[in-house]
């Protein structure tokens, strides 16, 4: 009964339910803390965005002052920029306040100042607008002043037409402007930096504006869609980003860096779902081979040494070696399947085959290790590891005598050989028969 066995281990319930709740607790712990890294980080970032951002249009200002005084309106920009400079105000204060060690407390300042991002870049776009405007009204403006001053000159039959700005610029500044926005996915602006190139060739007006129609035009539509839907599903984005990274870092995986995109929201559900059950079919096999080892400590079982090996197909094997007496082991055998098998064989410091006298001692070894191993299943009950498949249990056998070489593993211990133990009890039945034959 007592030959190689192999056999699946699974979990109680109860004690699968410890461990579940021990690796959520681990697990949203580190979470939180990626949530604060990513959280302080958003502050930083936008917070530098926004002061960026209240430092522009300094020529802008000077026109549209210049602009005010020759025609009394500067288009409401000094009111838009009055604005922007209020908004963005405040932001040092916010901070400040933050409790950095608050993962709730930084949300919510992140939360506030990206909130304060929108509005500035809502401002920027319509203070380009009018500050472009302006540009056009002051040119014309002062173009008018020259005519005026000319009129004498010329023929009262001629009009003089003002220029609406060119077309080239009208168009590349759309694009630039969109190509600005640091929401946008990187093949989206590499699309956008095409599309300037292409302006760029183009000298003729109306093969410009037939360009603009047919190809500048729906690649802005359709980035002004994406920005509009940017914000459905962004914040959940953000939420598993920080998720699937703390996750990563926990499990020793490689974070891959995946663009803020409604395709990746998928992805990365997929992704934590996949590491998680990855993790938890880990921790259950690492909770069993940690209650194996205690077992057979518990039962007088010394570690005498393990190895890791990895087959050619790819399969991995860790061997954890216990003695046993008499010269004899028990190696332990964990696979990449979870499945676990217990040999005992003699322990010696070479590869050979056991001669027949070892193989007698190993068939008795085998025979003593069949109670030792229900004992080990009945201990193992015990700490919530229960058989969910028994693959093979075989009978002692001289077919499954062998000989475990010591050299392939790492050992903590010096053992005895069976050799040793064979040569010791040869020599101790020496001594009892010379001791018999002088009492007569």
């Known amino acids: 009964m007592s030959g190689p066995k192999t056999s699946s281990y699974t979990l109680t319930p109860e004690q699968r339910r410890i461990l579940e709740e021990q690796r959520r607790i681990l697990e949203e712990q580190r979470i939180t803390e990626q949530r604060k890294v990513h959280a302080s980080q958003s502050i930083q970032r936008n917070s530098k965005e926004l002061l960026q951002m209240g430092a522009l249009f300094s020529s802008e200002k000077q026109i549209s002052a210049e602009l005010y005084q020759r025609t009394g309106s500067d288009g409401g920009f000094s009111q838009k920029y009055n604005e922007l400079e209020m908004l963005v105000a405040p932001v040092a204060g916010m901070v400040a306040k933050t409790d950095n060690n608050n993962v709730h407390s930084l949300e919510k300042t992140a939360a506030a100042i990206e909130n304060c991002v929108k509005k500035a870049e809502k401002m920027v776009r319509e203070l380009s607008k009018i500050a ?6 002051l040119r014309a403006d002062l173009d008018t002043a020259i005519d005026a001053g000319l009129s004498a000159m010329e023929d ?4 003089v037409e003002t220029p609406d700005g060119d077309v080239k610029d009208k168009i590349q500044a759309q694009l630039l402007q969109m190509k600005e926005n640091a929401l946008l996915p990187t093949e989206w602006k590499e699309e956008i930096d095409k599309a300037l190139s292409k302006t760029d060739e183009m000298q003729d007006e109306g093969f410009l504006k037939n360009y603009f129609a047919l190809t500048v035009s729906p690649l802005l539509k359709r980035c002004e869609s994406f920005l509009t839907g940017y914000e459905e599903w962004r914040g959940e984005f953000e939420k598993l980003s920080s998720e699937y990274t703390a996750l990563c870092e926990m499990y020793y995986y490689v974070a891959q860096d995946y ?6 929201v998928d992805v990365l559900k997929a992704e934590i779902q996949r590491i998680k059950e990855k993790a938890a079919e880990e921790d259950e096999q690492a909770y069993i081979s940690e209650c194996l080892d205690e077992v057979m400590e518990e039962m007088g079982y010394a570690v005498l040494g393990s190895r890791e090996v990895t087959k050619k197909n790819g399969r991995h094997f860790r061997n954890e070696l216990y003695t046993y007496g008499d010269g004899t ?4 055998t964990y696979s990449s399947d979870g499945r676990i098998a217990m040999e005992l064989g003699g322990v010696d410091t070479a590869d050979r ?6 193989t007698s001692l190993l068939c008795d070894s085998m025979e003593r290790f069949c109670d030792d191993f229900k004992e080990i299943e009945e201990r193992l009950l015990v700490k919530g590891v229960v058989l969910k498949e028994r693959l093979s249990l075989l009978p002692p056998s001289p077919e499954y005598a062998q000989i475990i070489n010591v050299s392939d593993y790492e050992t903590k211990r010096e053992a ?3 050799q040793a133990q064979k040569q010791r009890k040869t020599m101790s039945k020496l001594k009892t028969r010379e001791q018999c034959e002088k009492k007569f």
């Open 416 to 418: 005895e050989t069976i």
């Open 329 to 332: 082991a028990v190696n332990v």
């Open 156 to 159: 009262e039959d001629i009009v």
């Open 132 to 137: 472009a405007q302006n540009e056009r009204k």
């Open 259 to 264: 663009p803020c995109s409604p395709a990746s």
């Open 353 to 358: 085959l056991p001669d027949e006298r070892e």
